[in-house]
């Protein structure tokens, strides 16, 4: 199993920024991709940016340029730093961990609340 909590989320002004964290435990070393979702009310879950355990890197277009996902293997934490935000970057992200293997699977936090006003 596979613990994800995330932190960071928050109230920002339009052309600011924020960075969330996400911090895993748990059987780690089995996650070969590690991402960022977002959902806005009435819309569906998409994704937003994804590292991979060899550490490349996919980003939504409509983020490209402005969001950085990183990831820091000491701490088994994954962060995403949003910079320019803008008021329809707003939604609630959840971090995910997608296993590989004979048993796949795609362990979710609980999401944390962006909110960007303009």
């Known amino acids: 199993q596979v613990r994800l909590v995330e932190s960071g989320g928050g109230l920002e002004q339009a052309g600011g920024s924020l960075r969330l964290s996400c911090a895993a435990s748990?059987?780690?070393?089995?996650?070969?991709?590690w991402g960022w979702y977002r959902q806005a009310p009435g819309k569906q879950r998409e994704l937003v940016a994804a590292?991979?355990?060899?550490?490349?890197?996919d980003y939504a277009d409509s983020v490209k340029g402005r969001f950085t996902i990183s990831r820091d293997n000491a701490k088994h934490t994954v962060n995403l730093r949003m910079n320019s935000l803008k008021p329809e970057d707003t939604g609630v992200y959840y971090c995910?961990?997608?296993?590989?293997?004979?048993?796949?699977?795609?362990?979710w936090g609980q999401g944390t609340q962006v909110t960007v006003s303009s």
């Open positions: 748990g059987l780690v070393f089995s996650i070969n991709r």
């Open positions: 590292i991979t355990s060899g550490g490349n890197t």
């Open positions: 995910a961990a997608d296993r590989a293997g004979q048993a796949p699977r795609t362990y």
